[in-house]
Nanobody, 126 residues
Framework: QVQLVESGGGSVQAGGSLRLSCAAS????????MGWFRQAPGKTREGVAC????????VYADSVRGRFTISRDNAKKMLYLQMNSLKPEDTAMYYC???????????????????WGQGTQVTVSS
């Protein structure tokens, strides 16, 4: 069983920065990926960035590429999301997730066979 706990959300003005952290407990296998997803009120959950535990290049949504950076520390079981140049449209609840990779895009939200954190709120004001 894997548990994920996010932290680091808050309120910031447009153009500002925030760093989200996700602490994982339990065993994350090498064939897993971890990612950040977000959901704004009235919208469906969307993938923001994801990274594979075994290595390789991170994957970013077009809307955040160049502004957000995902990173991981496997030894500490930590996942991070550095968010720069924040925009009001980045306002959402941000979720950390972990799942065994079974093909397809790691940015696709899933309903089964994976783990989600409780979320941390990010609010960007103009």
């Amino acid at each position: 069983q894997v548990q994920l706990v996010e932290s680091g959300g808050g309120s910031v003005q447009a153009g500002g920065s925030l760093r989200l952290s996700c602490a994982a407990s339990g065993y994350i296998y090498d064939n897993y990926y971890m990612g950040w997803f977000r959901q704004a009120p009235g919208k469906t959950r969307e993938g923001v960035a994801c990274i594979f535990i075994s290595g390789g290049s991170p994957v970013y949504a077009d809307s955040v590429r160049g502004r957000f950076t995902i990173s991981r520390d496997n030894a500490k079981k930590m996942l991070y999301l550095q968010m720069n140049s924040l925009k009001p449209e980045d306002t959402a609840m941000y979720y950390c997730a972990a799942r065994r990779w079974a093909g397809g895009s790691c940015l696709t939200p899933f309903n089964t066979s994976g783990y989600w954190g409780q979320g941390t709120q990010v609010t960007v004001s103009s």
